[in-house]
């Protein structure tokens, strides 16, 4: 029993880390303009298939369709950007409109990736084919190192991109006070397509990792965003370093329900994680973000 | 006996305080004014006293409760209604609907009265359009009873709040600055309006930088300054106070003291 | 929400509004005389009419947010389902234990969700419908899962069944219309004051010695009890309840139908159900495409004209004013 259990904590921390990535595309946007994107599951589920369809249809390496997948979700996010959220943004739209239209967004996306691609499931391969390692009386497969050492540079390429580069900076001064970014000569607006192609780029990223190990279809988007939002919310919402934190937690919180209470209870555990932090601790374990 | 009264009202925001130790007593009849330069924590007092902030220390009595930390629903229930600085209307509705709302603590019809018109809701719902008709006749704003709020010029906002405020039958009305904004013509009017809400027999509590309404219309003046009640008297003691000319100079109020 | 300076509230009508009302007329009289397939889609658009209705007093009157409502209609939907088909209960009682259910749920979680504002009410109500929809999926003792349930019985008292499609279209057609007075008698009272004032102004309402929070509460529960009655008709109207008929979908094509007819408007909901139902079935060989036309619909609207048909003069205005 201890070893079942410790083995989906292992699992929860691998499936965690795609929730924490997830949940950073959402603060990346949050942070560039206070909006959040109920669309962001849409570039997830679209990161794997994309990927998937690169190497059934036009047979490239995993790789190269990866890195395909994760280009064209990028400027999608900025179509995104251009035509839903830019217009509203205009007009001064409040903030439920904003989500009511990503929620409207997602469906599309969804209902176009159904109709072109079907309903069936589809998946990845591994990226590494070889048999689990065996540590500690643990197996551990190769994709949860994938997966872990990814994350990891992701987190640690944004940290420098955010801190070193000028447009970084640029889109962290937009975070602290847009209007003073404004008058400081930052554009605003270009940083707000960038923030989206940034997200997008992550989900799509997420995506490509974690379907080797489930799969993907067109709607698997929301329930992966869910995942995100929660993880973001458990780290104080607009904290990447926090989201990711939240999310190994949820995505281990998660595998816990599935050992203790079966598969089924799955999503409405993680949904009743979302409630209980929402009621008690809406400003996530580690506070607000400012 | 006092209608309101605080004690020892203090209010820290962080390191600042922005009221310190202020014990006051306002009467249940005529026109009392709290009036202070720029950040002298006025509205920080009002919003104490209406619920909107608890405070640091001190307590707050109304009508003989102690009201402390209470909602301002609940103290608004006791009697104790206000106005905001920013004037805060429904700016979408009419401005007839604007008055009917301020008649909710009055009134008592729930989900069954909105669904089946019986009599007594049809009596009471017409009882409402009464009142809310005789309150517009008094404060002159008849002629756009179905205009909306939000297109009215920015004097009759003011006078659109107060009315509002009015159909709340309050005992005491806290007013924040009624005359920021108007012109001097209004001002008068604001003033007439204010004399007749007093002989009515509504208390009225006022914020105000207009030094010529305040010395035109209250009856008792505190000063406060830097959060501290520094002065309390007849507007003729509060005007040749030294503690009040000196609070008061280098700043744009002098002029009008 | 600039929601009440619209021409169905004020009464003051104009060219656009009466053609549009004309239409209607036309096509419900159309529907009924020629029968057949049009009958089942204006049914669909009636009770869709009760559902949007109770979303639009909580969102349009009380100025909230909920994207969980399909929760509550799952909830009248399946308890008649269930109750009706498993159990073999009349109709009436059924459909009475579900509004009782959502009602109860509504209370429960209004209480602590409705503290929340902008995008974490936003998430805490998508949550629940999706939560709904789970339990609907894995409770396949009850629910059948996936499967849904089929052959719940029409829509009758005893011996008494209403069988034919036209019986069944003008007991829907009393439904959706008495759904509407409501909303109307809720809006003229001083309920419906407390409701727009909280949306107006929560600082206001509050400092008039309106209990914000509880009429928050109230609109909530008032909106999840038209979502349990459209449930509960959709059930005995169809014959048929999955987890699919409750999915986000449905939240999405209700959030249409409401910015289509004109949000914090009364007749918009009915107005948007029925244009939303009908436009779709006249070109029906697109059934796949239904989803993505609402999506892409809301999208639209949401940027091009927020109030829905209600601003359809300004935008011929501005259209004029272009063109001239």
Redesign the interface.
């Known amino acids: 029993m201890f070893n079942l259990v410790a083995q989906s904590v292992l699992s929860g921390i691998g499936i965690g880390a795609v929730y924490g990535l997830i949940g950073i595309g959402f603060c990346v946007i949050y942070n560039a303009s206070g909006i959040v994107n109920f669309a962001q599951g849409a570039f997830v589920m679209l990161g794997g298939m994309l990927t998937n369809v690169g190497m059934i249809k036009l047979g490239l390496p995993l790789p190269l369709a990866a890195i395909g997948a994760i280009a064209i979700v990028a400027m999608l996010g900025v179509v995104l950007e251009r035509i839903v959220v830019r217009p509203l943004w205009n007009r001064g739209s409040t903030m439920f409109v904003m989500i009511l239209a990503t929620l409207a967004a997602q469906i599309v996306v969804e209902r176009i990736t159904q109709i072109m691609a079907g309903d069936q499931p589809r998946t990845l391969p591994v990226f590494t084919d070889l048999p689990p390692l065996r540590l500690f009386g643990f197996a551990i497969n190769f994709q949860f190192l994938w997966i872990l050492g990814c994350s990891a540079l992701v987190i640690i390429l944004l940290g420098l991109f955010f801190s070193s580069t000028k447009t970084g900076k640029a889109m962290r001064a937009c975070s602290i006070n847009r209007d003073a970014a404004a008058l400081q000569g930052i554009r605003v607006s270009r940083m707000l397509a960038l923030a989206f192609a940034l997200s997008a780029a992550l989900g799509a990223f997420a995506g490509i990792l974690i379907t080797p190990t489930q799969y993907t279809a067109f709607n698997v988007g929301v329930p992966f965003a869910i995942s995100g939002f929660i993880a973001a919310i458990v780290g104080g919402f607009g904290r990447p370093l926090g989201a990711f934190a939240g999310g190994i937690l949820l995505g281990v919180a998660q595998a816990l329900a599935i050992v203790l209470l079966g598969a089924a209870f799955k999503n409405v555990a993680a949904l009743s994680i979302l409630l209980l932090f929402l009621f008690v601790r809406p400003t996530g374990l580690l506070g607000p973000a400012k | 006996m006092s209608l309101l009264r605080l004690d020892g009202i203090t209010r820290r925001f962080g390191g600042l305080v922005a009221l310190d130790n202020v014990s006051l007593e306002i009467p249940g009849q005529g026109l009392s004014a709290v009036i202070g330069p720029n950040g002298a924590g006025k509205t920080t007092l009002f919003n104490m006293i209406s619920g909107f902030r608890p405070p640091s220390e001190g307590r707050v009595h109304f009508d003989g409760a102690d009201i402390t930390g209470q909602p301002p629903e609940t103290i608004a229930r006791r009697g104790l209604i206000r106005t905001f600085q920013l004037v805060q209307l429904f700016e979408d509705l009419t401005v007839l609907e604007n008055v009917k709302i301020g008649c909710h603590l009055h009134t008592r019809g729930g989900l069954l009265a909105a669904l089946v018109p019986t009599r007594a809701a049809r009596a009471e719902e017409a009882a409402v359009e009464a009142e809310a008709w005789r309150l517009l006749t008094e404060t002159g704003l008849t002629a756009h009873a179905h205009s909306f709020a939000a297109v009215l010029p920015y004097g009759q906002k003011r006078l659109l709040e107060i009315t509002r405020a009015l159909a709340a039958k309050p005992k005491l009305l806290l007013l924040d600055e009624p005359a920021a904004g108007l012109n001097r013509q209004e001002t008068d009017a604001l003033a007439a309006l204010l004399r007749r809400i007093v002989e009515s027999g509504t208390a009225i509590l006022l914020i105000e930088h207009d030094m010529n309404l305040v010395m035109n219309v209250a009856e008792e003046i505190a000063v406060l300054d830097f959060g501290r009640l520094i002065a309390r008297g007849k507007p003729d003691e509060i005007r040749r106070n030294p503690d009040v000319i000196a609070a008061y100079l280098g700043t744009e109020e002098a002029a009008h003291v | 929400?600039?929601?009440?300076?619209t021409i169905w509230a004020n009464g003051r009508g104009n060219l656009a509004t009466w053609l549009l009302w004309g239409l209607a007329a036309v096509f419900v009289v159309y529907t009924f005389a020629s029968g057949g397939y049009l009958i089942a889609v204006l049914q669909f658009a009636l009770i869709y009419t009760v559902l949007v209705t109770g979303l639009n007093i909580f969102m349009g009157f009380t100025g909230q947010?909920s994207?969980g409502h399909n929760a509550f209609a799952a909830i009248g939907g399946y308890s008649s389902a269930v109750l009706t088909a498993t159990y073999g209960w009349e109709p009436l009682p059924a459909g009475l234990v579900g509004l009782a259910g959502a009602l109860l749920c509504a209370l429960v979680i209004g209480y602590?969700?409705l503290r929340?504002r902008?995008?974490?009410l936003?998430?805490?109500t998508?949550?629940?419908g999706?939560?709904v929809y789970?339990?609907a999926v894995?409770w396949q003792s009850v629910t059948q899962g996936y499967m849904g349930i089929s052959g719940i019985a029409p829509i009758g008292i005893g011996r008494f069944t209403i069988t034919s499609d036209r019986g069944l279209l003008v007991f829907l057609m009393i439904a959706a219309a008495l759904a509407l007075l409501?909303a109307a008698?809720?809006r003229?009272?001083?309920?419906?004051?407390?409701f727009?004032?909280a949306?107006?102004?929560e600082?206001?309402?509050?400092?008039?010695?309106?209990?914000?929070a509880r009429y928050k509460l109230?609109a909530f529960m008032?909106s999840a009890a038209y979502a349990a009655i459209a449930g509960s008709l959709f059930a005995h109207a169809v014959g048929f309840v999955s987890p699919e008929v409750f999915g986000?979908?449905m939240v999405?094509m209700s959030?249409?139908m409401l910015y289509v007819g004109g949000i914090g408007t009364i007749a918009g909901p009915a107005l948007g159900a029925i244009i939303i139902s009908v436009l779709p079935e006249s070109f029906r060989t697109f059934k796949?495409?239904q989803?993505?036309a609402?999506?892409?619909a809301?999208?639209v609207i949401?940027?091009y004209a927020?109030r829905g048909l209600a601003s359809l003069p300004e935008l011929w205005a501005r259209w004029r004013r272009r063109s001239a």
Do not use: C, K, W
């Open positions: 929400m600039n929601s009440f300076n947010v994207f602590p969700v929340l902008g995008h974490y936003a998430m805490a998508l949550a629940i999706l939560i789970e339990v894995q409501s008698g809720i003229r009272s001083r309920l419906g004051r407390a727009v004032a949306a107006g102004s600082d206001a309402a509050r400092a008039l010695g309106i209990d914000v109230i008032i986000l979908p999405v959030f249409t796949d495409y989803d993505l609402y999506g892409a809301l999208i949401l940027i927020p």
